[in-house]
């Protein structure tokens, strides 16, 4: 395959970024999206020009490293992680547009890498069940309904990847957060916690400029993990829920 | 705790405060709790919007009935309310809903605006449909607002002669101008989209929505939508090809 | 031949701190010994711990609920994204919830018996120990396991065992596991109790007056390079296994920090014991950057299968089943297609050396669900596989609900590492080693579902405890700075290493000698291993290096983002540590476990051990770059579990 890919660049995150053009061959279409890449720096290294920077590290789609908008879609046109995209979904003489995550709250640090700290610091705002090292008790102690610690386990898979804010027309981190508050509020380890962690986290996500939801879904859309916009309703209603419980105390 | 106060350990595991502010404070400073004031007042205008929709088509009964449907309006309550108190009181929690419901999404679409500065430079048209739509409805819906008081409340841009009490004649004198039946209906056509994704949206915002009652909630907004957008357009509709004059 | 393949026998090691008495007391008595360090004094001691996977993650987290100040690190964008994160099919405990005959005693048996009679008897009864509370805690932290109608925890076998002890949550247990452990640690990053340095790498340990006392480390988004300073630091920097450039790590997986803390005096044990996992995606070409695991979890229900025939080319469908060869089933059928991960890998590449392998090149087996699907139902499979299955297909764009999956070994786990003693330091007091970078508690093969058992069980109980002691017997160091001479040394050492790489401007990217490096390793080093092999690799590998330090072309420079900066850097250790991985399976000529020495095989081509020569742990200490080192042998004693051929039959 021949292609013709457009890659945004942007040497550093004070300097101002653009589309480049660079043409590649030899694509094989068993080829990953970011092997397709690795060969463009190959090439670019020989030819003596600074190749073209991306996050990515586990490539089978779990540590949630990569992060490229492709053709205008977060992860590409298949409902998957970048480095879980093969060159079989494009055709051979295609132009592609390669750009980083956009949100000002992702800022980039260089080409196509972003900072997603912020969402680290929304967890750090009560995304965990403070149970320090050895205070566990029999873990049969409590059974947990089948329902319940599925319905935990669909929101857990969340990768953090980010791709979530990248689709959504105003920056939102509504279906990260919501995702994590819903794994854990729905626990019964969770419950002690269940209205601070969700006041906090919301509150977190609003102070690193995140947009709000307007339910457009493009968030779930994207998402490679398949978190379902109607985790965000859950969410909403942890958030009412506590809004009123807290404010009686 | 030791013996001379907190520890390490207790402050290592003091990782929150329980001090909270109040409940107004927690929802007027956060996105959730602004989209919940939208979810509100915007449910409250609907509800207004319902009665107001079947009232109005009263017009088809004639002048007499439709008069005497607007003075009743003026004296619900009576004798425990004085004259117009009760439509007063209307007048007042509808304009709380309606500031409540403007600010709260002139400050929200400034925060999604200001998440998002850079756009991409591959377009996909869909991704902004559903925002653009409730941003550019709420505004033209805004503008309608006060065009429409303007016209059949106070009188100050009515085409006719506006006859306060007489609100059948006035009707039938707005939509007897093409501008007025342009402005009503375009307006009609964006309240219809508006409560399309507006009130699906409230009930997720305010955690009704969940995956077995989705598509009965979607379809709900769909009938809310259509029944309120061909229940207000008849009334120019009626005008217009001469049912009601 | 360099002088390399000479080197020198050192004085024996013993591990110095392991009580002695009945095994299943002396954990116990090691923690009752320990000294400790005062509650309100710890705040006065700093940690430093590099790597946030399982092992770091829960260890900077138990460390800062304890009281000290931990500063942490990791060569990701977030603490959530280490590599234990692609850990897929479970984690071992002794809960005996099945009431089938497991117990704590078993569970230590069967990892003694797993890894081939190559690990410490005392390490591996205290791991089987701690399984049990290990599944406590994360179900306290809210991990997601699979459970039952009942509510109560689902369990599932594994490879090498015969009782269900496996707990798992579908088949991203690594990642629930370590979102625990890292939502664990954001809590005290909250508190202020860890200080996280997110996207920057460790570059060298600092040893003053000799002992750890801190690090080098780059800032990967600045390109700074800083000292940071502790009273110990924790290595959980993980494996090695990106050596072999193909390998399940991920992509920056790397070396550099145990291969520095080697360089600094820290003996390097058995790096020849590497896992290959049998059940990987095959690769498709050379544009392959990395392998995809698909998890022994599918060995429970799916069958592996070649034709019988040579160089039979047929779809698997148009295979009848008296032409199909079920070798595992045939050959162990006890086990069946649950044998150790070492005995299914070393099968696979038999039959595909005999040519009966399958798909492009010969180099794969089936594992085939047709079975599964008639016995269970499709969506009995999907439930139970479905993301796998879904994994599979988007690789190799093959639906393995209607074709057999293809697999075939690849690279996952290094048993060796850095030598550690009971209390999991290593020979440069201060500094210790957890999870994979240690030698580890799997001998020569680690069983399926034991890293993240291991990763935890030092993270959360084994270090937290046994640093004190150290801690408490150095409370008043002396405060080491930057402007330290031996500090200024080894800052200077860095940015020049750096500062060649950036300057040689050669003509070969820094892939192209990783790739060559890898495909040495595994064509010599690999699944199986012969002297002449071995003296080949070692006679290569210091020309490789030669010519790396000519022709290596790193664009940019050092002060900014420089990916390839970061690549080239971690080739240098790869280069040294290659070598050191081919002397030490040249020198242990016997096979065990993943060590396969053509040379030592019973007749019927399993691996022979020999425990009269062998029955160490080879640990190996630094002298120079290409120079001879210098082998320490611990002598492994088993009171508990007496060595025995390993049977699966």
């Not at chain 3, 026998?9 to 002396?26: F, K, L, M, S, Y």
Request: hydrophobic share 40%; aromatic share 8%.
């Amino acid at each position: 395959m021949k292609l013709t890919l457009r890659v945004w660049r942007q040497p550093n995150a004070d300097a101002d970024g653009a589309m480049s053009t660079y043409e590649v061959d030899g694509i094989s279409s068993d080829m990953s999206f970011l092997e397709m890449l690795d060969t463009l720096n190959e090439e670019l290294i020989l030819r003596g020009e600074d190749p073209v920077a991306f996050d990515h590290d586990c490539r089978e789609g779990i540590c949630g490293a990569c992060s490229l908008v492709i053709n205008g879609d977060a992860h590409g046109p298949e409902r998957t992680t970048t480095c879980q995209l093969h060159m079989r979904s494009f055709a051979d003489g295609d132009t592609i547009d390669i750009e980083p995550w956009r949100a000002s709250a992702f800022p980039v640090i260089k080409d196509l890498v972003v900072d997603r700290s912020a969402f680290d610091r929304i967890i750090q705002a009560g995304g965990y069940v403070s149970a320090p090292t050895g205070s566990a008790p029999e873990a049969h102690a409590t059974a947990v309904p089948k329902a319940d610690a599925d319905f935990a386990f669909e929101h857990a898979e969340c990768i953090g990847c980010g791709a979530c804010v990248a689709a959504c027309p105003n920056g939102a981190a509504m279906l990260f957060t919501s995702a994590k508050v819903n794994h854990l509020n729905v626990l019964p380890q969770g419950a002690p916690e269940r209205e601070t962690r969700v006041l906090d986290m919301v509150a977190q996500m609003d102070s690193e400029g995140f947009g709000g939801c307007t339910l457009t879904g493009e968030c779930a859309t994207a998402c490679p993990k398949g978190i379902p916009l109607v985790s965000i309703t859950s969410m909403n209603r942890e958030w009412l829920r506590a809004a009123r419980k807290v404010g009686k105390r | 705790m030791g013996l001379f106060g907190p520890t390490v350990l207790d402050m290592a595991l003091a990782t929150r405060t329980d001090r909270r502010p109040s409940m107004a404070r927690t929802m007027w400073d956060s996105s959730v709790g602004k989209k919940t004031v939208m979810a509100v007042s915007g449910l409250i205008m609907l509800l207004y919007l319902v009665v107001h929709m079947i009232g109005n088509l009263k017009i088809y009964f004639g002048a007499g009935e439709f008069n005497g449907y607007a003075h009743w309006l003026r004296t619900v309550g009576e004798p425990f309310m004085h004259y117009e108190w009760t439509l007063w009181l209307v007048r007042i929690v509808l304009v709380v809903a309606v500031v409540a419901h403007a600010t709260s999404a002139y400050q929200l679409s400034r925060r999604d605006i200001r998440a998002r500065p850079s756009k991409y430079v591959h377009k996909k048209p869909r991704a902004s449909y559903a925002t653009r739509t409730m941003r550019w409805g709420g505004i033209i819906l805004g503008l309608f607002i006060v065009w429409h008081v303007l016209d059949l409340t106070t009188g100050t841009v009515h085409s006719g002669g506006f006859q306060p009490g007489h609100p059948y004649q006035n009707v039938v004198d707005t939509f007897s101008t093409w501008y007025g039946d342009v402005i009503y209906i375009v307006a009609m056509l964006a309240l219809g989209l508006h409560v399309r994704h507006g009130f699906w949206s409230a009930a997720q915002t305010l955690g009704a929505g969940s995956r077995s009652r989705d598509r009965a909630l979607k379809t709900v907004a769909d009938v809310l939508a259509l029944l309120l957008t061909a229940g207000f357009i008849a009334v120019p509709v009626g005008v217009m090809t001469g049912v009601v004059s | 031949m360099t002088d390399y393949v000479n080197y020198t026998t050192g004085e024996p090691v013993a591990d110095g701190t392991a009580p002695d008495g009945p095994i299943n007391e002396r954990w116990d008595k090691r923690r009752f010994e320990a000294k400790l360090v005062n509650p309100a004094n710890r705040r006065k001691h700093t940690v430093i711990v590099v790597g946030t996977g399982l092992a770091g993650g829960s260890a900077g987290a138990t460390l800062a609920e304890q009281g000290y100040h931990v500063v942490q690190f990791c060569y990701q964008d977030s603490p959530r994204r280490a590599h234990s994160i692609a850990a897929q099919g479970g984690i071992n405990a002794a809960k005996n919830y099945r009431n089938d005959g497991d117990s704590v005693h078993r569970l230590f048996y069967d990892t003694v018996k797993g890894g081939d009679f190559r690990a410490r008897e005392s390490n591996v009864h205290r791991l089987a120990q701690i399984s049990v509370e290990i599944i406590d805690q994360c179900v306290a932290q809210g991990v997601p396991f699979a459970r039952e109608y009942g509510g109560l925890l689902d369990t599932r076998s594994f490879g090498g065992v015969q009782v269900s002890r496996t707990f798992y949550a579908r088949g991203q247990t690594g990642q629930q596991l370590l979102l625990g452990a890292y939502q664990a640690l954001s809590r005290q990053i909250a508190a202020g109790n860890v200080e996280m340095h997110p996207r920057t790498e460790m570059l060298d340990v600092i040893v003053v007056d000799g002992r750890a006392r801190g690090i080098v480390a780059r800032d990967l988004v600045t390109g700074k390079i800083d000292t940071y300073f502790a009273d110990a630091v924790v290595l959980a920097s993980g494996g090695y296994g990106n050596v072999f450039y193909l390998s399940t790590n991920a992509m920056n997986s790397n070396a550099t920090a145990i291969w520095r803390a080697h360089r600094r005096g820290a003996w390097f044990a058995n790096p020849c014991f590497t896992q290959i996992h049998p059940t990987c995606i095959p690769r498709t070409g050379d544009h392959q950057s990395k392998l995809t695991l698909m998890s022994e979890s599918l060995r429970n229900d799916g069958r592996i299968w070649v034709p019988r025939a040579k160089g039979d080319t047929r779809p698997a469908h148009q295979i009848p089943e008296e032409e199909r060869d079920y070798y595992l089933e045939r050959i162990y059928p006890s086990f069946g297609n649950l044998v150790p991960r070492d005995i299914a890998s070393r099968a696979a590449k038999n039959v595909c050396d005999e040519g009966r392998g399958v798909g492009p090149g010969g180099q794969g087996v089936y594992l085939d669900f047709a079975d599964a699907i008639r016995r269970m139902g499709h969506k009995a499979v999907e439930a139970k596989y479905g993301n796998l299955f879904d994994m599979y297909q988007r690789i190799t764009d093959e639906d393995p609900y209607q074709v057999p999956m293809r697999i075939y070994p690849a690279v996952h786990y290094t048993m060796g590492g850095l030598w550690v003693d009971y209390d999991l330091q290593t020979t440069v007091p201060g500094l210790f080693a957890v999870g994979e970078a240690n030698f580890s508690d799997h001998g020569a093969n680690r069983l399926g579902a034991s890293a993240l058992m291991q990763g935890l069980a030092d993270g959360y109980f084994v270090l937290p405890a046994t640093i004190n002691d150290y801690l408490a017997r150095h409370p008043h160091q002396e405060a080491v700075t930057h402007e330290h001479p031996v500090v200024q040394d080894v800052l200077a050492e860095t940015e020049d290493r750096l500062n060649l790489l950036l300057s040689v401007d050669g003509d070969r990217t820094p892939d192209s000698f990783h790739r060559e490096l890898g495909e040495l390793m595994w064509e010599f080093c690999g699944m199986a291993r012969t002297d002449a092999g071995l003296r080949k690799a070692l006679e290569r590998i210091p020309q490789i290096r030669e010519e790396f330090w000519r022709r290596i072309k790193v664009p940019g420079t050092g002060e900014e983002f420089n990916q390839s900066l970061e690549k080239a850097n971690r080739i240098v250790d790869y280069l040294e540590l290659a070598e050191l991985m081919c002397l030490d399976a040249l020198h242990r000529a016997e096979s065990c476990g993943g060590h396969f020495r053509e040379e030592s095989q019973t007749p019927d081509g399993e691996a022979a051990r020999d425990d009269d020569e062998f029955a160490y742990a080879a640990a190996w200490e630094f002298t120079g770059t290409g120079d001879a080192p210098v082998l320490h042998r611990e002598d492994l004693v088993f009171e508990y579990v007496h060595p025995t051929q390993r049977s699966y039959a």
